[in-house]
C-alpha cells in the first residue's frame, strides 16, 4: 500500500521562503508523478503543480509560475516544494498526492493517495 | 485558470439521492474522460470516490455513481446516509496537461 509522509508544520514570515517533503513508501516511487495541492482555511483544494521523479519535469499551475519549485529525489523517494516570496495569502494547508499518468481498469489521471498535509501558516 | 464551477452546499434527508455537478469547458471536462471526485472530512486528506467520470475504486460504496455530459460531470449519491456528510471535489485534466479542482461541494444530511 501507498503511503506518503509529509514534513511537519512551519510558521514563516512574509518574504521568506517554505520547503516541504513528501516520501513515498510501499511502491516504486517512478511509477507515479506527486501532485501538489494546497488549502487554505475554510476554503477548497487548490492544484499547485506536479514532478515526474523520473527525469524531474515539473510542471505548474499558472498562478504559481516563478515562485514555485516542485522536485523529486529519486534517492530518497521523496518529492519537495518550496514556494517563495511567501505572502498571508499562501497560509494552507498543504498535500501531496500520488498520480499514475495514464489510464486503466484502476486508474486514470487521478490521485488516488495522499500525504497527511502540512500546515503552514505565513504571519508576521 | 478558473477552477471548475461546483455547488456551494447540497442537503438532502437520509434515504434521499443528490447530485452534485461540476461544470467546466471543452479544455477540460469537454475534451477528456479524466475526471475524478473527492471526499473530504473536515481535518482530513482526500479521499478518491470516483474515478474515469464513473468507476470506483475498491471499496468504495455503489452508492456512489458518475456521470459527464458535455462539459459537465456529476456525482450522485443514492440513499443518503450521515457518514456521507462531507466536502465533494471534482477534478479534471486539462488541455495543458495541468489538473483543475472544483469549487467544492458542502453535503448536509438533514
Known amino acids: 500500500e501507498v503511503q506518503l509522509v509529509q514534513s511537519g508544520a512551519e510558521v514563516k514570515r512574509p518574504g521568506t521562503s517554505m520547503k516541504i517533503s513528501c516520501r513515498l513508501s510501499?511502491?516504486?516511487?517512478?511509477?507515479?508523478?506527486i501532485h501538489w495541492v494546497r488549502q487554505a482555511p475554510g476554503k477548497g483544494l487548490e492544484w499547485m503543480g506536479r514532478?515526474?521523479?523520473?527525469?524531474?519535469?515539473?510542471l505548474y499551475a499558472d498562478d504559481f509560475q516563478g515562485r514555485l519549485t516542485i522536485a523529486a529525489d529519486m534517492s530518497t523517494d521523496t518529492a519537495y516544494i518550496e514556494l517563495y516570496s511567501l505572502r498571508s495569502d499562501d497560509t494552507a494547508v498543504y498535500y501531496c498526492a500520488t498520480e499514475k499518468p495514464y489510464c486503466s481498469s484502476t486508474t486514470c489521471y487521478d490521485f488516488k493517495s495522499w500525504g497527511q498535509g502540512t500546515h503552514v501558516s505565513v504571519s508576521s | 485558470q478558473s477552477a471548475l464551477t461546483q455547488p456551494a452546499s447540497i442537503s438532502g434527508s437520509p434515504g434521499q439521492s443528490i447530485t452534485i455537478s461540476c461544470s467546466g469547458t471543452s479544455s477540460d471536462i469537454g475534451n477528456y474522460n479524466y475526471v475524478s471526485w473527492y471526499q473530504q472530512y473536515p481535518g482530513e486528506a482526500p479521499k478518491l470516490i470516483i474515478f474515469?467520470?464513473?468507476k470506483r475504486p475498491p471499496g468504495i460504496s455503489d452508492r456512489f455513481s458518475g456521470s459527464k455530459s458535455g462539459n459537465t460531470a456529476s456525482l450522485t449519491i443514492s440513499g443518503l446516509q450521515s457518514e456521507d456528510e462531507a466536502d465533494y471535489y471534482c477534478a479534471s485534466y486539462t488541455r495543458k496537461l495541468t489538473r483543475l479542482f472544483g469549487g467544492g461541494t458542502k453535503v448536509t444530511v438533514l
Open positions: 514532478v515526474d521523479p523520473d527525469d524531474g519535469e515539473a
Open positions: 510501499g511502491s516504486p516511487f517512478s511509477d507515479f508523478y
Open positions: 474515469n467520470v464513473s
